[in-house]
């Protein structure tokens, strides 16, 4: 197959990764919701919700997923040459 053939398998890894990605950031969200929860209580519980009933999907969990998806976001921009070795 040769070098054009490997390239299939580069994009089979990018969709995998980038599914894995969307979940690790949906539970992320969960996490961050049941956490917000706990510290603010009432006052998220009754967090009022701005979306359709057909959104699947209620705004305190959005703004949960968009608050986890900030925290995540630094640690995917860098880059991970400086990790590795310097001697």
């Known amino acids: 197959m040769g070098m054009y053939g490997s390239y299939f398998f580069v994009f089979i ?6 599914i894995w990605y969307g979940i690790q950031s949906y539970y992320a969200g969960n996490v961050l919701s049941v956490m917000l929860r706990c510290i603010f209580g009432s006052l998220w519980e009754n967090f009022d919700n701005t979306l359709s009933a057909n959104a699947n999907i209620t705004s305190k969990q959005l703004l949960a997923f968009f608050m986890a998806w ?18």
Do not use: D, H, N
């Open 70 to 87: 900030l925290m995540e976001f630094p640690f995917v921009s860098t880059s991970t040459k400086p990790c590795g070795r310097t001697t």
């Open 13 to 18: 890894r990018a969709i995998v990764c980038i």
